[in-house]
């Protein structure tokens, strides 16, 4: 049976204070969850994983890098190595997230790279993948993901790719307040598995976790996650407040 997850992405947002209060809201709320089955991950910038890692109760709640280097170790000032998130508790990674591909020109091959690097510390990768507003109105939402999915994790072998976590995210729905509806996340949920299926197999196909992002919030979460193939929930501005978070796990 594969996973249920509910992850949040914090993005830019938060000071070290800040965050740390959240994650102890979060604590709390997650708490008092009686579905403990549901895998709740919460993404923080860099510098609140190892403090956030220390005060949280990690059978609860695991803790998400937004992004990592795409190089081992070294002479990459400013850079992040998995192997350093690793170090901080953290057991996720969060690569190709599309603000990653357009703001700072991430391709498919750098993702490749980290992957790679993320799974050789031991993180498990939550994989990003999506169409921009354009590729959709042409139809080429489909397309568009298979080469995400061909170049970036495809060559991984059955026992890495098992470790993947997949979230589809439509960039037009990204931070917008416009959802994709839950015909349209089912349609590419259903895709992304039959495409992993071809790759690898059914098992492992049906095993995988993928998640849906973009403006996934409490009062539409219920009908995303009650389709078949939609695994819980990548959550960005939603994420930022505890008793929205937590209603948005409590959905399935
Ligand atoms: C995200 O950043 O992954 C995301 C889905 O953001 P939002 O929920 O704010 O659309």
Redesign the pocket.
Known sequence: MRKRIVAG?W?MNKTLKEGIELAKEIELQVEKQEDKSIGVIIGTPFIHLSEVSKIINHNLISIAAQNCSSEPKGAFTGEVSAEMIKSTGAKYV?IG???RRSYFDEDNKTMNKKVKLALEQGLKPIF?IGELLDERKQNKQFDVVNKQLNEGLFDLTDEEFSKIIL?Y?PVW?????E?ATPQQAQEMHEYIRKLVSENYNAEIADNTTILY?????PSNAQELFANIDVDG???????LKADDFFEIINSF
Request: with cysteine.
């Open positions: 992405n993005k969060i997230h599309s603000e990003c979230a995210e729905a990204i931070g917008t307040g959802t992002g973009g403006s996934c919030k929930g990548l959550i960005g501005g939603a994420s």
